[in-house]
């Protein structure tokens, strides 16, 4: 089965940097656009950035210029950067794939289990 698997999550200050990977497995990958989402407490969840093979992408305005994202088709691997955090960037953050680039989160096919990242003031 698909499984997506987050990891890089963590504790950081107001303007660090941060990586977080995703990991897919049982999807033929190059065909998904893979997209990152974050949903803090007491929020929906909101789209940060998608990318799909070859290399179109897409971001929210909140983060255009400070997040940037990549895949590595041969590994199977999504990476979000993120740079200058700010503390309202606290949220879960998930990875997920669809067939199609959208920011509509209920348009994605799969989710993984999402990873913590706290920005601390």
């Known amino acids: 089965q698909v499984q997506l698997v987050e990891s890089g999550g963590g504790l950081v200050q107001t303007g660090d940097s941060l990586r ?3 990991a897919a497995s ?5 065909r998904y ?3 990152w989402f974050r949903q803090a407490p007491g929020k929906e969840r909101e789209f940060v950035a998608a990318i799909r093979w070859p290399g179109m992408t897409h ?3 909140s983060v255009k210029g400070r997040v940037t994202v990549s895949r590595e ?3 199977s691997t999504v990476d ?3 740079n200058s955090l ?5 949220a879960v953050y998930y ?3 669809n067939r199609v680039l959208t920011t509509w989160p209920n348009n994605y096919d799969y989710w993984g289990q999402g990873t913590q990242v706290t920005v601390s003031s």
């Open 20 to 22: 977080l990977s995703c």
């Open 26 to 30: 049982g999807l033929t990958f190059s």
């Open 33 to 35: 656009t893979m997209g």
């Open 59 to 61: 971001y929210a305005d």
């Open 73 to 75: 088709n041969a590994k």
């Open 80 to 82: 979000l950067r993120m």
């Open 86 to 90: 700010k503390p309202e960037g606290t």
């Open 95 to 97: 990875c997920a794939a």
